[in-house]
């Protein structure tokens, strides 16, 4: 009997098995992995998920690669924790995007994950102007108060994962405050710097008025501001779900808005994109954008690495507040941001910074978690509310829209007396001595 022949599988050609043959199986990871402590299973720790991408690719047998297999793969939180715990240097978020998307090109999807996903990954999150009409329409949605109608008719159900995320709706801004894009901010006073900036795309939905206050702070530190038109979504979300291509895509484009210009450095003040934007020159190393993606990436920098590097002008309005620092996954595995935020805070006149235990732990927002994993997501987060009701803050600071939302859900789900908030948003607040009375809601 002939042995059946199979198709070799596609997209393996690409995988890093330099990086992937790091690993030298020791276990140190597995205590710092939240997926691995809630689970207790070593296919839902980073050995184990190694260990399954190896296999699978491997063999080029797709048998495998089955919906098993990528239940083990997107169960993971990609928050890298096992990155830092690592004493080989196993780059385990590179080869888990890696893997999400050789899965993608292999498996079977159903019709509606394949539209649902290519109307967010492609037509969605990298064209501005219908991004700004869907989020026109949900703060309509939001004004109009027809959620109960929404949710009795039954069209949510439809949307699938999709109709999940109505649930998790953050208050969306008026269209009429949200930050737009101008070529170039000047500096306030003598100009020191001159920097890029980029606002993100659900950050610039959302969080509107922590970009205002990023512009604010920076000018305030002596920087013009170039903010190019032509730059888009950074990828991140497109990466981490395996959407490898696309994100390649705006990742050139992002590079060509900012080739020209002559930058000290390139600021963002979201960690997740901050991530991603810092390794296109990984992304890209095998393309004929290696070079620019190189100068790209080294230009990139976290706002709080900023502002800890230069002489930040010292800011006078006190905040007498409690505040305790949650690290974004991003920020602390991704970046190696640590130190940088919380000097940021205590900048802060009369600002009283309070460590949080396990501030390095993940949230369990994660990107989509919360809505492609919504229970193991709220054991997560459960966790961290323990501790951040422990600490009795006033105010939880963390640098990520995702974390930012969470942490609110978390702090309104248990009732507490807090606020999340950007570290951002209170430095500006500090510079221009808001009493706490008057800040927006
Ligand atoms: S990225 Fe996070 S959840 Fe995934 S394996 Fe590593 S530590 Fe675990
Ligand atoms: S990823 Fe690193 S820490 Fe984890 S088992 Fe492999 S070598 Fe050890």
Redesign the pocket.
Known sequence: MSTPQTQPLIGTDSFSWKKWD?????????PTCPTYRELGLETDS??GR?YLMGSAFKSQDPTPLNEEWAEYIYRCLDCRA?ET????G?H?GELLEQARAIYEQNASRSTSYRFWSNLVFKHILPNKERLDLIFELMWLYQKLGIRWLVQKSGILKLMGQMGQMESLLPKIPSPNLKYTMQDITPAVGEKRYRVGFIPGCIMNQVFTDTNIATIRVLTQNGCEVVTPRKQTCCGALHLHNGVRDVASTLAKQNIDAFEDEDLDAIIINSAGCGATLKEYEALLEDTDYAEKAERFSHKMRDISEFLADIEMIPPNGKIPLRVTYDEPCHLLHGQSVKLQPRKVLQAIPELELIELTESEWCCGSAGIYNITQPELSQEILERKMEHISDTDADIVATGNPGCLLQIQLGIQKHGLDMKAMHPITLLDYSYRSIPQDEWEE
Not at 22 to 30: S, V
Not at 85 to 88: G, V
């Open positions: 790091a690993c030298t199986h020791c276990g140190l990871c597995l980073p050995r190694l096992c715990a690592c004493p080989s196993v385990f």
